[in-house]
């Protein structure tokens, strides 16, 4: 089964106005979590680095006060996307790597969340 | 700069037959290389890695090489069936990167009846 999730699955929104993602890790503890954003038929761009109990790590070019990430505890990550346009229509996506035998190298993807600005 | 280069072209092959997509980097040392299926409209589900010291992992009907003198990873899946019809991805992760993962762009698998 899934072990992480995303909410909403899908959002419409007007332009200019802000829109939040959750993304929770469901069975494990994750102190870091990855966004990612996809436009269609592109590969997956890493934007952010989520920390648990500190400030994301945006990926160069990636505004980070256009995308909020907050990591409020160790299984939530939020991406808010502040004032959207319809340029920042497109998937997006979290992951966490998983813990297994001491090592984090598997990542566990969310099931994505389609955001369209109008 | 870093690059991931995937099969640019979608993959037809017929269902029973051995589908190989390529995944070639320059410009990085990974320490580890992994394999991610996806579908349409949903989130990448992993499926094999490789480290830089393996040659060859294998899992069911897929095996995956990994040659860091060629700069080169093959994804292999025998045995192809129309449910591995999907977009299979590449990913790199260096060391010291906490994790972070840098992905091709894709190689479109269709396998038909």
């Known amino acids: 089964g899934a072990v992480v999730s995303q909410h909403p699955s899908w959002v419409i929104c007007k332009s200019g106005t802000s829109v939040k993602i959750e993304c929770r890790s469901l069975d494990f503890q994750a102190t870091t979590m990855f966004w990612y954003r996809q436009f269609p038929k592109q590969s997956l761009m890493l934007m952010a680095t989520?920390?648990?109990?500190?400030?994301?790590?945006?990926e160069q070019g990636v505004e980070k006060d256009k995308f909020l990430i907050n990591h409020a505890s160790l299984t939530l990550s939020t991406l808010t996307v502040t004032s959207a346009h319809p340029e920042d229509s497109s998937f997006y996506i979290c992951?966490?790597?998983?813990?297994?035998?001491?090592?984090?190298?598997?990542?566990?993807f969310g099931p994505g969340t389609r955001l369209t600005v109008l | 700069s870093q690059k991931i280069e995937q099969n640019s072209e979608a993959l037809n092959i017929q269902e029973g037959k051995t589908a190989t997509l390529t995944c070639n980097y320059t410009?990085?040392?990974?320490?580890?290389l992994q394999w991610y299926r996806q579908d349409p409209g949903r989130g990448p589900v992993f499926l094999l890695l490789?480290?830089?010291?393996?040659k060859e992992k294998r899992k069911e009907r897929l095996k995956v090489t990994f040659d860091t003198t060629l700069k080169q990873s093959l994804f292999h899946i025998t045995a192809s069936q129309p449910a591995d019809s999907a977009t299979y991805l590449c990913a790199l992760t260096g060391y010291n990167q906490g994790g972070k993962l840098i992905f091709g762009q894709g190689t479109e698998l269709s396998v038909k009846p």
């Open positions: 490789i480290r830089e010291n393996e």
């Open positions: 992951s966490a790597p998983r813990p297994r035998g001491g090592r984090t190298d598997t990542q566990y």
């Open positions: 410009n990085y040392s990974p320490a580890y």
């Open positions: 989520s920390n648990e109990g500190s400030k994301a790590t945006y």
